[in-house]
């Protein structure tokens, strides 16, 4: 148990250092501009398909099994009320968060994982390039603005699913549907939905880089890496959640 | 201060300092130097010195600290204690960000090459160039092109790391430590796991590169065969091209062999004192 423990606070510590090292990289020259396109590119535009796919599918069935429930109590043409807040508050930011840890989280770990494990990465300090600039800050930058507008689009085709299957299938009008999708909305409900992604996709990618920058072990240890990476941001993506959740909760309502 | 620059560069050094370093000069300096991790000792008080120009080559079994000695030298691992002269800098307590600067003028070829990639030959090599000298375009593909042409790769240009063989990856690598010119060049066990006649042609490039190029090296390897023909060979221009003839005395002399056991320096001299040597344990390390 004790080895356990300080296992766990060596963990916390070097993850603390490398995000203390990632800001400092932040405000200190040199940056490696075309690293940061390139991680804008394949974080944010790589991960559109699968939340275009997350998004649609969950507002189709979020419509669909609420029309039933809604049925219960004649309230169907509430359909979009509660797709709405429940898309743009929690579904939106958490299901985006989680696809692009299973994207990009593990894509990371793996990538730097390699690197590590075939001394590409002492090479590039060799060379003279600090790993944090050139490797880190780019995905991190990348996460943690990509993240947020991948949620907004997942949000809005989410919408655009429970139309259509409020249409179809639970035959309620377009009119009444986007009428209760805008009554259902508070501005808070909207910022709340705007800043989860950001400290999300921060998570995400630190989690991962962090991971994957203590691979050891060859091709295994990269497999496990890539595994923890994983399972380490999900986990941490649901806690973040709640947390910053209860905490808006007091701020803002 | 926000948005300082603290990319490296070459330090600028006194003149003094210049004629310090000038040829019979040290260039690396350890000095009793200790690691271990946890209860592991790697290093015990390993001392000796690399004299400008000269080729230091490490030998013994694996695991006895050969490469973390060229880790050290790099800063990628600070020492328990003891002192680290670099290139006339004392380097154990230097932050990542000072060591970047002493690393300007260093150039390492990894086991197994460790070249990126995700990029061709001609970004592994000029990538110190254009990443972080900022060089024009023009001059950087002027010098890889050279360096490439100089181990002989100059067809290879465009091939990714992968398409290459093993021993084209170690020469890709060499051109990757060379093409910014440093004065000293490190090279980590650069022919295990090839070919003899593979070996040859990098053990060729590693006296090219100190014959000619008068780069001051490090040969870490366990490959004793390896060991003796960078020792006892020399490269000379000759009308026909660059020929590698058997070395004259003095030149033997400037290539000093450093065999490790249990972390501490158990033998320091030449190849003949090497060779002549009776100690049980290095006999059955030639034998």
Request: a negative charge; hydrophobic letters at 50%; one cysteine or more.
């Given at each position: ?253 | ?27 690396v ?21 690399l004299?400008?120009?000269?080729t230091k080559?490490f ?11 060229l880790?050290?030298i ?110 000293i060049?490190l090279y ?29 090296s490090i040969v870490v ?67």
């Amino acid at each position: 148990m004790i080895e356990w423990t300080k296992a766990a606070l060596l963990e916390l510590q070097e993850y603390l250092r490398l995000v203390a090292a990632t800001s400092r990289a932040l405000v200190t020259r040199p940056y490696y501009f075309r690293d940061i396109v390139e991680q804008f590119q394949a974080i944010g535009l790589g991960s559109m398909t699968v939340v275009l796919l997350t998004g649609t599918f969950t507002g189709m069935v979020l419509a669909l099994q609420s029309g039933i429930t809604l049925d219960q109590f004649g309230a169907r043409s509430m359909v979009g009320r509660l797709v709405s807040a429940s898309m743009v508050k929690e579904l939106g930011p958490v299901l985006t968060a989680l696809m692009v840890t299973g994207r990009v989280g593990s894509g990371i770990a793996a990538e730097l994982g390699s690197m590590m494990v075939t001394d590409q990465i002492s090479a590039l300090r060799a060379l003279g390039t600090d790993p944090i600039r050139k490797l880190v800050l780019p995905r991190v930058l990348a996460g943690v603005i990509m993240v947020p507008v991948l949620t907004i689009i997942a949000d809005a085709i989410g919408m655009v699913g429970a139309w259509i299957i409020a249409l179809t299938q639970l035959k309620v009008a377009s009119s009444v549907f986007w009428n209760s999708v805008v009554l259902g909305l508070f501005i808070q409900d909207v910022w709340m939905g705007l800043i989860k992604p950001f400290f999300l996709g921060f998570a995400i990618v630190t989690i991962a880089c962090h991971v994957g920058l203590r691979t050891t072990g060859g091709t295994q240890g990269v497999g496990r890496a890539t595994t923890n990476a994983v399972v380490a941001a999900s986990v941490v993506v649901l806690g973040v959640d709640f947390l910053l959740t209860k905490l808006l909760f007091v701020l803002m309502y | 201060m926000l948005f300082r620059n603290v990319r490296p560069t070459v330090t600028e050094r006194s003149p003094q300092l210049e004629e310090a370093l000038g040829p019979g000069s040290p260039i690396v300096v350890f000095d009793k130097v200790c690691l271990a991790f946890d209860d592991k000792v790697i290093l015990d008080e390993v001392s000796f010195t690399l004299i400008k120009g000269h080729t230091k080559i490490f030998l013994g079994a694996s695991g006895a600290g050969k490469s973390t000695i060229l880790k050290l030298i790099l800063g990628l691992l600070k020492p328990d204690s003891g002192v680290i002269w670099v290139n006339g800098e004392r380097i154990e307590d230097m932050t990542e960000e000072e060591m970047m600067r002493v690393r300007m003028d260093l150039g390492m070829v990894f086991q197994e090459g460790a070249l990126f990639d995700s990029l061709t030959v001609r970004e592994n090599v000029g990538y110190k160039l254009w990443e972080e000298m900022k060089q024009p375009l023009d001059q950087v593909n002027q010098r890889v092109e050279e360096v490439l042409g100089f181990i002989g790769l100059a067809d290879f240009i465009d091939r990714m790391p992968s398409e290459l063989s093993g021993g084209q990856r170690r020469r890709v690598a060499i051109a990757r430590a060379m093409a910014a010119k440093p004065r000293i060049l490190l090279y980590d066990e650069p022919t295990t796991g090839l070919d003899p006649i593979t070996s040859i042609t990098v053990d060729e490039e590693i006296i090219k590169l100190r014959d000619l190029e008068e780069i001051s090296s490090i040969v870490v390897t366990h490959q004793l065969r390896d060991a003796f023909y960078v020792s006892d060979h020399e490269a000379v221009k000759t009308p026909r091209g660059i020929e590698f003839v058997k070395a004259g005395d003095d030149k033997r002399a400037e290539a000093e062999f450093l065999m490790l056991n249990n972390g501490k320096v158990h033998f320091e001299g030449t190849s003949d004192e090497l060779k002549a040597s009776t100690d049980p344990y290095l006999r059955s390390f030639l034998s």
